[in-house]
Nanobody, 123 residues
Framework: QVQLVESGGGLVQAGGSLRLSCAASGRTFSNYGAGWFRQAPGKEREFVSAITRSGSTSYYAESVKGRFTISRDNTKNTVNLQMNSLHPEDTAVYYC????????????????WGQGTQVTVSS
């Protein structure tokens, strides 16, 4: 089992920045790919970003490419999402997830999920 706990969400004005962190515990975190997903009210959960086990490769949704950066520190069992130039449409609950796949855009391939952290971007 892998336990994931997100932090760093909050309220920010459009154009601002937030840094989300996800702390993992349990099994060796470096054995898992990691990802961030988000879900806005009334919408389905959507892929935001993913990173491979080693952190050498990352993936982004088109809507966040160039604004968000995913990173991980396997010595600290953390994965982070730096979010810059935030838009009101980035408002959602953000979830950290871990997968046995090295990196995936599909939520169905993730086995472990955090409880989510709210990000609200005001216009």
């Amino acid at each position: 089992q892998v336990q994931l706990v997100e932090s760093g969400g909050g309220l920010v004005q459009a154009g601002g920045s937030l840094r989300l962190s996800c702390a993992a515990s349990g099994r060796t975190f470096s054995n898992y790919g990691a990802g961030w997903f988000r879900q806005a009210p009334g919408k389905e959960r959507e892929f935001v970003s993913a990173i491979t086990r080693s952190g050498s490769t990352s993936y982004y949704a088109e809507s966040v490419k160039g604004r968000f950066t995913i990173s991980r520190d396997n010595t600290k069992n953390t994965v982070n999402l730096q979010m810059n130039s935030l838009h009101p449409e980035d408002t959602a609950v953000y979830y950290c997830a871990a997968t046995n796949w090295s990196g995936s855009r599909s939520s169905t391939q993730y086995d472990y999920w955090g409880q989510g952290t709210q990000v609200t971007v005001s216009s």
